[in-house]
């Protein structure tokens, strides 16, 4: 079978929401090169055009895009290839396909992100996971905003946490995390609920943690969600946000009265934890 591989270039600052609307459109994980290149697959050429059209009205300045005709046998498990284990702190994400080996005393995630965003290859993934792990205590309750396949929520309960509720408005998404909760045993201390983040959240509380990888404007509109939903000693993990946009959402938090604690950079990626004033 051939298809279309779509090279997308954009400026840093957009690279997320190109990201995020290309993960949309096509339904499928998008690749991000070292040098900041976007990967997307359309099956067509007409699917192609069409999907070229869309960014160029999204993203009017600075889009670069180049369109390679490929013969791929399943595009939808090409992202096996390449993947491996990865450890993030106390951590390791270990592909279903993959025999598990290394220290028991790990906290170990097996996991396929198929089509949701999430394998722990993306430095956003990363760099939440980074402080998820290094916040999430015994017994606590963790909520994950924008889940996609599942892994900080799935990662929060093996890491010690009581209970994790993750939330996508991607139904699609759900299903793979849902599938992925069971594929690690925790399907009963995990669970998935399909919806708009922004709504939903204060019906999940209390939460001990609360992680949102999302995009800039979303993490935003969430702020009095999870305010209202922390509980007072809680902490909130943000991340999905380029190194360039970390001092406009710094000065957001303040705003709002949240005080950072921590935050940390993942191959451009930005995260911060920080807890309500
Ligand atoms: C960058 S991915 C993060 C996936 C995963 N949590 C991770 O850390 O790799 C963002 C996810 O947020 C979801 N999302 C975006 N806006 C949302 C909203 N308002 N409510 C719920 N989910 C949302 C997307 O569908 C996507 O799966």
């Given at each position: 079978m051939s298809g279309w591989a779509i090279e997308v270039r954009v400026p840093p600052g957009s690279r997320a929401a190109t990201a995020a609307r290309l993960v949309e459109w096509t339904e499928l994980a998008v690749e991000e090169r070292a040098d900041g290149t976007l990967v997307s697959f359309a099956p067509t050429r007409s699917m192609t055009r069409a999907l070229v059209s869309k960014l160029e009205e999204a993203f009017p300045t600075g889009l670069e895009t180049a369109c390679t005709r490929i013969e791929v046998s399943d595009w939808a498990t090409r992202w096996h290839d390449g993947l491996g284990p990865r450890r993030i702190g106390r951590v390791v994400i270990v592909p279903s396909w993959i025999r598990p080996e290394g220290d028991p005393a790990d906290c170990r995630v097996v996991l396929d992100p198929e089509g949701a965003f999430g394998s722990g290859e993306h430095g956003s993934t990363r760099a939440a996971l980074r402080l998820l792990e290094r916040q999430v205590r015994a017994g606590e309750v963790v909520l994950d905003l924008g889940?996609?396949?599942?892994i900080l929520a799935i990662a929060a309960v093996v890491a010690g946490a009581r209970r994790a509720v993750g939330v996508d408005h991607d139904s699609q998404a759900i299903a793979v995390a849902e599938a992925n909760a069971r594929r690690n045993n925790v399907d009963h201390r995990v669970a998935f609920v399909c919806g708009d983040a922004t709504d939903i959240t204060p019906l999940l509380g209390p939460a001990d943690v609360i992680a949102a990888n999302i995009l800039q404007t979303v993490n935003c509109a969430l702020l009095p969600a999870i305010r209202q939903t922390l509980r007072p000693a809680g902490r909130v993990i943000f991340s999905g946000m380029e190194q360039e946009e970390a001092e406009e959402f710094l000065t957001v938090l303040e705003h709002e009265a949240f005080a950072p604690i921590e935050e940390l950079c993942d191959a451009g990626w930005w995260a911060v934890t920080a807890r309500c004033r």
């Open positions: 889940t996609g396949g599942g």
